[in-house]
């Protein structure tokens, strides 16, 4: 009679492994990233794209779908120092800030809660904000994250 048994249990604990292992797979497939060049454009452009510039950073952006999560992580160098700098989706609206070291270099992960990407050929900007516009702008993209 325990003979019957343990062959029994055996099957049901490998199918509840096989399942789970299919769960997680289903659920790493459904994290998007995508990472492009942070470039220091001077002030900031009137357009909703970026120009060219200098490289001075990277910014890396994720989106898990499983648990509705879009992060943001953002390094840059050759800022102006110990300034603050907001962090956004160009064209968009705020989702940070980070604040320079001494030297002008800074790195950031924003974590947010979203129920969706950004749309398709989005930008990540940081830029200085004085009150009333904003100046010294770095844009990093177009991110695909579909």
Do not use: W
Request: aromatic share 8%; charged share 15%; net charge neutral.
């Amino acid at each position: 009679m325990m003979m019957t048994r343990a062959p029994l249990s055996f099957g049901v604990v490998a199918a509840g492994v096989l399942c789970f292992g299919l769960l997680f797979i289903a659920q790493a497939d459904n994290t998007h990233r995508d990472t492009a060049t942070l470039v220091h454009v001077g002030q900031n452009p009137n357009s909703c794209g970026t120009i060219p510039g200098t490289e001075s950073g990277v910014a890396n952006v994720r989106f898990d779908a499983n648990r509705k999560r879009f992060k943001v992580n953002l390094s840059v160098y050759d800022a102006l120092p110990k300034t603050t700098y907001v962090v956004d989706i160009r064209c968009v609206g705020a989702i940070g800030s980070l604040t320079t070291d001494s030297l002008g270099a800074a790195r950031t992960e924003i974590d947010l809660s979203r129920s969706a990407p950004p749309s398709s050929g989005f930008f990540i900007d940081i830029s200085v904000f004085n009150g009333v516009t904003y100046g010294d702008t770095f844009i990093a993209g177009p991110f695909d994250l579909s």
